[in-house]
């Protein structure tokens, strides 16, 4: 997989809720990927609707190649791009503000730390983790 994860295993179970959780705060691409296919049926059709989405957003210069947000050639956006998309999660799914503030939290009944490598959300309020990841739950 590449990249940060939380090393999800293909026979366990955990709710949106914690892949969410882990999506915001470690950057896990193993469960972008999962959630990608769970909603879609492939990460290739969930990356089709990311596309279709950025263009209804009016993200010109956005092309996304992967749910992930890893380096792929052609996988590009700009700062004004990434901007419109934070508005729209923010504005129309406030509730993302329940995981994009959290500093450290655990999974699996404590097994699992999940650290956010933000450290002004930790010592500034109001603050968000609004990266990459991010336009991966704009889109759910």
């Not at 700062?79 to 699996?108: A, C, F, V």
Request: some cysteine; aromatic content about 8%; hydrophobic content about 35%.
């Amino acid at each position: 997989m590449g990249g940060s994860q939380i090393w999800l295993d293909p026979r366990e179970t955990l709710t949106v809720d914690e892949m969410l959780k882990a999506i915001c705060v470690n950057s896990a691409n193993d469960c972008v990927v999962a959630m990608a296919e769970f909603i879609a049926g492939s990460e290739e059709a969930f990356v089709q609707m990311m596309n279709d989405k950025a263009k209804q957003l009016g993200m010109n210069d956005t092309v996304f190649k992967n749910c992930h947000g890893l380096d792929e050639d052609g996988h590009v956006t700009s700062s004004y791009d990434i901007s419109l998309m934070s508005k729209e999660l923010l504005n129309n799914h406030p509730d993302i503000t329940k995981y994009t503030t959290i500093w450290t939290d655990s999974l699996r009944d404590g097994k699992s730390q999940l650290s956010n490598t933000n450290k002004l959300i930790r010592n500034y309020k109001g603050a968000t983790r609004t990266k990459n990841r991010f336009y991966f739950t704009c889109f759910i």
